[in-house]
């Protein structure tokens, strides 16, 4: 055993070669439980959290008709190909929030999953133009979660920041408008991200948005290389000046940017079992996160749109211990990365790590 305060080291010299799948039991876990480490979500679609069983119940309440029959029905659609044939259902569920109630049960249901999984921040993204779109108030859905992320520290444990979320594949100008609304409205926002359909849509065509929510005081985010190219990466850094990469996965495709990513310590927000859902890679025994740690990358584990790509954060280092044999101490590495990484205050990331730094990690 030994303690994580003599910090986390670059490289640990003794985990197990990666690339093994070990078997897995009938839940597709690793049949080993491991103690929950204290973990920062920074990378979490709160859309993305609406479990098929709250679906059906919110239609229910609103007095909605589903295209599905039955539970089973809706999750025999949960096969992705790619990021749009997911987006098309995400959408289509959305439909259900409709009043500031929905939004506020959804918002309550992740933070109690999240709790359980060892979330202890979470950063949570919502797209505000996905309900625009739909005729739902932007006052609703920002109304809705931030009345539940008001109290997340008292009611579970959790701190908590909202991130407005822009869709990519709409325009700069749509983007531009719902910003300031957002502004006028005074919604409790810490951050801005971008989302949605990135293949064509590159970060070049936000250079404004991103701009005025840093002169706003606002922190900033981005996906970028998830499916587009590395290329995206580097405009997400030079051109839109975020702190963060969301996804960035595809960065491994060019050296030199792997280079000064590690160099300038930008934190990579990588959600694995996305990536396989959404065939960004085609197993999780392929997946470029052991690489990413061992190029000395400061990459965290995290879940995108948990409902929907078969787990939570606690579920994705699950399927990773067992897909590629991550380690205790790389486990604790990227718990302490996504603390490091979030944007909560700097006495809050002190607490976390302290409480990190307490916990006895089993070295293999
Ligand atoms: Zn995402």
């Not at 259900?96 to 202890?120: I, K, N, P, S």
């Not at 005081?217 to 975020?242: K, Q």
Request: with cysteine; glycine share 6%.
């Amino acid at each position: 055993m030994e303690s994580l305060a003599a910090g986390i080291p670059e490289h640990d010299e003794t985990a197990p070669d990666h690339g093994e799948d070990l078997p897995l039991d009938s839940d597709g876990m690793a049949g080993v439980l491991f103690e929950l480490l204290p973990i920062a979500e920074l990378h979490l679609h709160i859309e993305g959290t609406l479990q098929p069983e709250l679906i059906f119940a919110l239609a229910a309440r609103n007095g909605m008709d589903l295209p599905y029959t039955d539970l089973d029905e809706l999750r025999a659609l949960y096969q992705f190909t790619d990021l749009q044939s997911f987006l098309d259902l995400y959408y289509a569920n959305m439909a259900v929030l409709q009043t500031e109630e929905d939004f506020a049960d959804m918002t309550r249901a992740y933070l109690e999953r999240a709790a359980a999984a060892g979330v202890r921040h979470a950063e949570i993204m919502f797209d505000p133009q996905a309900h625009l779109s739909r005729g739902v108030a932007l006052e609703t859905c920002v109304n809705g979660v931030a009345s539940v992320l008001a109290t997340s520290m008292e009611d579970f444990g959790v701190s908590t920041m909202l991130i407005a979320a822009f869709l990519r594949d709409l325009s700069e100008e749509s983007a531009l408008e719902v910003f300031d609304n957002l502004m006028a409205m005074n919604a409790p926002l810490g951050a801005i991200g971008l989302d949605s359909a990135e293949v064509g849509n590159p970060p070049a065509k936000f250079e404004r948005l991103f701009a005025k929510a840093r002169d706003a005081g606002l922190r900033l985010t981005a996906h970028a290389g998830e499916e587009g190219p590395a290329a995206y990466i580097i405009e997400a850094l030079d051109i839109l000046g975020v702190e963060r990469i969301d996804h960035g996965i595809r960065c491994m495709d060019d050296p030199d940017l792997v280079e000064r990513l590690v160099d300038e310590r930008i934190p990579l927000t990588v959600c694995p079992l996305s990536n396989v859902r959404l065939r960004a890679v085609d197993t999780l025994a392929d997946h470029p996160l052991p690489a990413m740690l061992a190029a000395g990358l400061n990459v965290s584990v995290h879940s995108d749109d948990p409902a929907y790509f078969g787990g939570y954060v606690d579920d994705n280092f699950a399927h990773l211990r067992a897909a590629v044999g991550l380690s205790e101490f790389d486990a604790a590495r990227l718990a302490a990365n996504s603390i490091h990484s979030s944007f909560a205050s700097e006495e809050r990331k002190a607490e976390l790590l302290a409480e990190l730094n307490g916990r006895e990690i089993q070295h293999q």
